[in-house]
């Protein structure tokens, strides 16, 4: 008779993880740990909608009225996002915060204050110029109840740091990895910047007058977004751009931003010449107005990094060292 058999040691049993090679290369990188580009990038947009629909509910059964509703209604989401986008980053794409461009290194503080100033600087840039040329009329001087001035700075701050953290710090950084597995660091930046400039564009397609051509401009705008992300590897930049591009947009100079009309503003400035210039009933970035503010502000940008001393394009940003 012939004894049992002897159980299967390690190299007798099956190799589970080899079974599939393929479909596991497309789903897990194995030696970080966590999923691919596709699946995390999928992971972030199912958390962000659950947390962000989730909080627009909430909003209806608060008992909440007035400027304190509006308040809380225009920082809730921001505020959801935000945590939806820090969560995914930390246990899906296992990141840290200086990972997403959220360093405080020296010099951070000194591209959010540049960012803030050049924001401003170029919505001034689009008045003057239309001012000048003819294109805009001033229809009025401190416009709507001055508490609208803070309720929508309180607004454009949470607007500004959710939509950089989520576009330029979670999505391009995740593109930029992903297309760097195939491509230099240089093509993979371009492309990770183009796609990422897209999905902002394409984000703003249920904004009221959205057309094809301010779809163009928005997309325009997150390449020089973008742009301030990749030359220094941090969002303070971008994120201080954002925020006063908006606020000056709107409640300095009483322009629509992307389509939304303000409560207050000190200046209401109205446009007088071709839509095709002014951006019409959009704002400036569906204009020629809006085009040239931001040719100006990516000359800007690469001239504040040079003069700083920036190292260009920063591989960190976009390769696959996380460190």
């Given amino acids: 008779m012939t004894g049992a058999p002897d159980s299967p040691g390690p190299s007798d049993r099956p190799d589970r993880s080899a079974r599939f090679p393929r479909l596991r290369r497309f789903v897990w990188i194995a030696d970080e740990r966590r999923p691919t580009a596709p699946l995390r990038l999928l992971a972030a947009l199912i958390v962000v909608g659950i947390l962000a629909v989730g909080t627009s509910f909430l909003l209806l059964v608060l008992p909440l009225s007035g400027v304190a509703f509006t308040v809380v209604a225009g920082l809730a989401v921001p505020v959801a996002v935000t945590l939806a986008v820090l969560l995914v980053a930390r246990f899906v794409d296992r990141r840290r915060l200086s990972d997403l461009g959220l360093r405080r290194e020296r010099g951070w503080l000194a591209d959010l204050g540049f960012g803030l100033v050049l924001g401003v600087g170029l919505q001034a840039l689009v008045a003057v110029v239309g001012l000048a040329a003819g294109w805009y009329r001033l229809a009025g001087v401190l416009v709507g109840p001055p508490i609208g001035l803070l309720t929508t700075l309180a607004l ?133 107005l809006g085009t040239l503010a931001l040719c100006v502000g990516i000359a800007a940008t690469v001239l504040w990094v040079r003069w700083r001393g920036g190292r260009g394009l920063d591989g960190r940003v976009l390769t696959l060292d996380r460190r």
């Avoid at 491509?183 to 904004?207: E, P, Q, T, Y």
């Avoid at 030359?231 to 303070?236: E, I």
């Fill in 156 to 288: 454009f701050v949470g607007v500004g740091v959710y939509e950089e953290l989520l576009i330029r710090g979670y999505l391009l950084t995740n593109l930029g990895e992903w297309f760097g597995r195939h491509a230099g660091s240089i093509r993979a930046a371009a492309l990770a910047l183009l796609a990422s400039s897209g999905v902002f564009g394409a984000a703003h397609l249920a904004n009221p007058g959205s057309t094809a051509v301010s779809t163009l401009g928005i997309t325009f705008a997150g390449v020089f977004l973008g742009l301030g992300y990749l030359l220094t590897g941090r969002l303070s930049l971008p994120i201080g751009v954002h925020i006063s591009w908006n606020y000056a947009q709107g409640s300095v100079f009483g322009f629509p931003v992307s389509g939304l009309n303000v409560e207050s503003s000190l200046l209401a400035l109205e446009p007088t010449g071709p839509r095709v210039v002014t951006g019409g009933s959009f704002g400036p970035e569906a204009g020629l």
